[in-house]
């Protein structure tokens, strides 16, 4: 507490924001870096201490994203402990595909607003959009009781001084019917981190042929998106097939072991290559040497509903916004597709279309594609967004926040 203290003491006026989720994701270093930016001091709680399993959190102090970080053990109890005995002036939970019950825990002790920024809605998964599937919702978290779980997600949702979320509207809008309650919210992305963005260093007088994938692959067959490391293997042979290139950043690989298969392609195929995770603020350099930007994947082959995958989104989108590459989808993966075509930064596949890609490449109109990247590297930026998620900070705790704020 004395460290909060002195930091306090140090910019009387600068609002105190503590962030706090069990493991923090690679894109939410752009949420740190413009809370920073705009003047906030900045307490990072995490339950983990590595960032997707791969990269120590620490490593990144000094670099602009956190003021004071405290990797909590156990994660259930200090980190509502620390919100309730310390007054911030909101608190931000980043609420993934873990445990409910230790944000709701932090909504019965906080002293302070907390806002429920909803990475993935867990208790959606195995919805369809009717009713949930608990056993199958059971398995896939290794949950003891289903009554209790799914008490505590309404509690989240009716509890929450503000929500945020970050797929389709329908999801949101299927919760208040759900909960009966419609909370303070808005939809707010990981969107495009202007300092990130790098030079496209494609030759554009040629169809793209360097496809790149970047995110999280398991290989642990006990997570519930474990599918889309065998598909997305699937996918990099047939394109290498084809005679595409193939590049892989798996965020999940900490360079300690496994993935053997996806590295015996690697040796086996010139065209196709795997590579560990690296920071986010470094990925934009890595991805910029490709063409397009693969976020495919192959749900129909997973156990969540068609309800749940058509109504996701994926925030690998502004990774390749900022290396310059239009995206590739799943049409299964409904939401992404349509958010794709809004702004004509990229389109959806089948699988069908895979397996013939060469002819969908050559029926893309791509300067028009390349055209609209560039557009959207500024409509859809964390400079342009974040004017809105400083209102919903202010709307939901009532005092003026940060004052370069219109």
């Known amino acids: 507490m004395r460290e909060l203290d002195a930091l306090r003491a140090q910019s009387p006026t600068a609002p105190i924001i503590l962030v706090t989720t069990f493991s923090l994701g690679f894109n939410y270093l752009k949420l740190l870096y413009y809370l920073k930016k705009n003047g906030a001091i900045v307490v990072l709680m995490t339950g983990a201490q590595y960032i997707n399993g791969a990269h120590d959190i620490q490593s990144l102090s000094g670099k602009g994203y956190f003021d004071a970080l405290w990797v909590a053990n156990p994660f259930v109890h200090e980190m509502p402990y620390l919100a309730k005995h310390y007054d911030f002036d909101i608190i931000h ?15 019965r002790h906080a002293k302070s607003p907390v806002i429920i920024d909803y990475i993935d809605f867990r208790e959606l998964m195995y919805d369809d959009g009717n009713h949930v599937d608990r056993e199958a919702h059971k398995h896939a978290f290794n949950i003891i009781d289903s ?16 929500i945020i ?23 707010f992305q990981s969107y ?3 300092e990130w963005i790098c030079d496209n260093k494609r030759n554009k007088n040629e169809f793209p042929v360097r496809a790149v994938f970047a995110g999280g692959l398991q290989q642990n067959k006990g997570q519930h998106d474990y599918k889309t490391c065998e598909t ?4 990099a042979k047939t394109l290498v097939k084809q005679g595409f290139e193939f590049t892989i950043y798996n965020g999940c690989d900490a360079g300690q072991g496994g993935f ?12 196709f290559h795997y590579n560990t995770a690296i920071p986010n603020d470094m990925l934009a350099q ?12 192959h749900f129909e082959q997973g156990t969540e509903t068609a309800f749940c995958h058509g109504n996701v989104m994926s925030s690998k989108i502004f990774n390749f916004l900022e290396a310059g590459l239009p995206i590739i989808s799943s049409k299964y993966t409904g939401y992404v597709t349509h958010y794709l075509k809004t702004h004509s930064i990229g389109f959806g ?47 939901v705790c009532k005092k003026k926040l940060f004052h370069s704020n219109n």
């Not at 053997?260 to 065209?271: F, G, T, W």
């Not at 596949?349 to 055209?371: G, H, L, M």
């Open 286 to 297: 890595a991805l910029c040497t490709h063409d397009i930007g693969w976020n495919y994947q």
């Open 260 to 271: 053997e298969h996806y590295n015996q392609l690697a040796q086996e195929e010139s065209l």
């Open 349 to 395: 596949v089948t699988q069908e279309d895979i397996a013939d890609f060469r002819n969908v490449v050559r029926s893309q109109d791509w300067k028009s594609i390349y055209a609209a990247v560039i557009r959207a590297q500024d409509d859809l930026s964390m400079e342009r967004h974040f004017p809105r998620l400083a209102a919903h900070y202010e709307d």
């Open 147 to 162: 009554e209790l779980e799914f008490t505590l997600w309404h509690d989240i949702f009716t509890l929450a001084d503000g």
């Open 232 to 235: 997305t293997f699937d996918v």
């Open 165 to 187: 979320y970050k797929d389709s509207p329908l999801f949101f809008n299927h919760l208040t019917q759900k909960h009966k309650h419609t909370p303070k919210a808005i939809e």
């Open 93 to 107: 939970a980043l609420v993934g595909t873990y445990s409910p019950y230790p944000f709701s825990e932090l909504l």
């Open 192 to 194: 495009v981190c202007k």
